[in-house]
């Protein structure tokens, strides 16, 4: 399964950006599927993830109300929203897909996207 992530770029404080996560080579649709996100010069963390029938989402205390997460799996995408867009949410963003539940550790993924960056100017 390799998965891509979409929609990252310079935005500004307040925006309201949207990133989207695309499988191809498989489904993920029996997976929770995550997103990480990676600022300069710090360590990878956990943002938010979904279980694999998109009942329950799990969410990093840093964006808990802001982001959103939904998934279609019968287009293979999870699309990540984010809302009221900081300069701390400034970062690398990754999806990642695994047979796990609601898990925020890196180690618990098996498939990783490329990451795509989100620049949030002050």
């Known amino acids: 399964v390799q998965l891509q992530a979409f929609g990252g770029g310079l935005v500004q404080t307040g925006d309201s950006p949207r990133l989207s996560c695309a499988a191809s080579?498989?489904?993920?649709?029996?997976?929770?599927v995550a997103w990480f996100r990676q600022a300069p010069g710090r360590e990878r963390e956990f943002a938010a993830a979904?279980?694999?029938?998109?009942?329950?989402?799990f969410y990093a205390d840093s964006v808990k109300g802001r982001f959103t997460l939904s998934r279609d799996n019968a287009k293979n995408t999870v699309t990540l929203q984010m809302n009221s867009l900081k300069p701390d949410d400034t970062a690398v963003y990754y999806c990642?897909?695994?047979?796990?539940?609601?898990?925020?550790?890196?180690?618990?993924?098996?498939?990783w996207g490329q990451g795509t960056l989100v620049t949030v100017s002050s």
């Open positions: 990642a897909a695994g047979p796990v539940y609601g898990s925020s550790r890196i180690g618990s993924y098996d498939y």
């Open positions: 080579g498989g489904t993920v649709s029996r997976y929770t």
């Open positions: 979904i279980d694999w029938m998109g009942f329950t989402t």
